[in-house]
């Protein structure tokens, strides 16, 4: 699909640095040819995609940020329930406190695989950790959405999403937790990388509304967050209208994107998620100005 409008962004996309199937590579070209006018790519405890985008050349005529996506554990009383994530946008992808710590994501997410994958092979879905590694490449993140893929390809269950209701969600019998971040380590690193932090998706967190979202959201904003995700497929158009308005009563900056995986998140497109959805400019504008930002909280 082609988009008429070229105003359109997506700050929130997957590579094969992690969970996506694209690499960064095809990303830039396939953002080109959507004639998306902005684009990040925000993979999950690695920078890896945005190095090799930069390091290829970004296309003329399209703006790119660097960016991450941290799994963090969320501020003491509220409840994660999987979803906590903290955005950083404009990082320098060099900075060594950031990579120290991604190091040890990283370190934590190879424990987790094999765990994950014993427990299914407990349940009778004899998989293996090598043959998720053979089949999606050894050297980017592995994570869950790769395990079930290869259950649908093996044929241990019909979807990619009932792999996930049925074992690896949250909560079901072969998921085991992240290690997570405390969410002011991950502000302040990506603070301390010149980055502007952001609570992603916050429509997929248990208490996304209200009294003690917005509490919370003034906690983290106290920590250093800049910025909410307002704009994410998954947002009805109502609670987009109330996440702009959150982040205009207090300052915050408002993102958006599609959580763009390829093939590994099936029926999200780039730039447009689900039927009419899509990220106007005007938001990348107001970032690139905040941009680069001082290391100093608040
Ligand atoms: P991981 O990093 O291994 O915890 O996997 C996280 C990714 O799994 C997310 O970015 C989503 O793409 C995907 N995911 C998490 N929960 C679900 C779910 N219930 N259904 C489908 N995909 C999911
Ligand atoms: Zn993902
Ligand atoms: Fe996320
Ligand atoms: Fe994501």
């Known amino acids: 699909m082609v988009c008429s409008d070229p105003q359109h962004i997506d700050l929130h996309i997957?590579?094969?640095?992690?969970?996506?199937?694209?690499?960064?590579?095809?990303?830039?070209?396939?953002?080109?040819?959507?004639?998306?006018?902005?684009?990040?790519?925000?993979?999950?405890?690695?920078?890896?995609?945005?190095?090799?985008?930069?390091?290829?050349?970004?296309?003329?005529?399209?703006?790119f940020l660097t960016g991450i996506e941290i799994s963090a554990a969320p501020p003491a009383g509220y409840s994660a329930r999987?979803?906590?994530?903290?955005?950083?946008?404009?990082?320098?992808?060099?900075?060594?406190?950031?990579?120290?710590t991604l190091d040890v994501l990283?370190?934590?997410?190879?424990?987790?695989?094999?765990?994950?994958?014993?427990?299914?092979?407990?349940?009778?879905?004899?998989?293996?950790l090598e043959a998720v590694q053979a089949e999606f490449g050894g050297e980017g993140q592995?994570?869950?959405?790769h395990i079930a893929q290869l259950m649908v390809q093996e044929g241990w269950v019909a979807s990619f999403n009932e792999a996930f209701d049925r074992f690896l969600g949250a909560g079901k019998p072969a998921y085991v937790d992240k290690h997570r971040v405390p969410c002011a380590d991950a502000l302040a690193i990506i603070r301390l990388a010149g980055g502007l932090p952001v609570l992603a998706h916050p429509g997929l967190?248990?208490?996304?509304?209200?009294?003690?979202?917005?509490t919370m959201l003034d906690s983290l904003q106290e920590m250093g967050m800049r910025g909410l995700e307002v704009y994410y497929p998954e947002h009805s158009p109502e609670l987009?209208?109330?996440?702009?308005?959150?982040?205009?009563?207090?300052?915050?900056?408002?993102?958006?994107?599609?959580?763009?995986?390829?093939?590994?998140?099936?029926?999200?497109?780039?730039?447009?998620?689900?039927?009419?959805?899509?990220?106007?400019?005007?938001l990348y504008e107001a970032l690139a100005r905040c941009?680069?930002?001082s290391a100093s909280p608040r």
């Open 291 to 293: 941009l680069p930002l």
């Open 14 to 63: 997957h590579s094969n640095a992690s969970d996506g199937s694209l690499s960064p590579r095809e990303i830039l070209n396939q953002a080109l040819q959507l004639g998306l006018a902005a684009v990040s790519i925000t993979d999950h405890d690695t920078v890896a995609g945005s190095v090799a985008a930069i390091e290829g050349g970004i296309p003329s005529g399209l703006a």
């Open 240 to 282: 987009i209208g109330y996440y702009a308005d959150c982040a205009a009563r207090r300052g915050l900056l408002k993102t958006g994107g599609t959580d763009f995986h390829g093939t590994l998140k099936p029926g999200v497109g780039m730039g447009f998620g689900r039927g009419d959805f899509f990220v106007p400019v005007a």
């Open 142 to 145: 592995l994570g869950r959405p």
């Open 82 to 100: 999987g979803s906590f994530h903290i955005l950083g946008y404009g990082i320098e992808l060099r900075s060594p406190q950031l990579n120290k």
């Open 205 to 214: 967190l248990k208490i996304n509304r209200g009294v003690a979202f917005e």
């Open 106 to 128: 990283q370190q934590a997410r190879s424990n987790r695989n094999p765990q994950i994958i014993a427990r299914l092979r407990d349940m009778g879905i004899p998989i293996s």
